[in-house]
């Protein structure tokens, strides 16, 4: 069996994960995914985040400073 990536090597985040990594609470996660703002994706009840959408969360809140 083959030792889990490190965080920064990995694809697909748990949503636990993801508030680590933006600094965000469980409920702002799931309200960014509500609307859109952040993608996921599901593998049978499990909701995972790519980590392509979070880069692209962080381009959206860069784009959006003033």
Do not use: C, F, N, W
Not at 25 to 47: A, H, K, P, W
């Amino acid at each position: 069996m083959t030792p889990p990536l490190p965080a920064h090597d990995r694809r697909l985040y748990h949503v636990t994960d993801a508030m680590h990594l933006l600094s965000l609470s469980r409920s702002v996660i799931y309200e960014l995914l509500r609307s859109g703002r952040l993608r996921s994706v599901t593998q049978g009840r499990t909701r995972l985040i790519p980590a392509s959408a979070i880069e692209d969360y962080i381009s959206l809140l860069e784009k959006e400073a003033p």
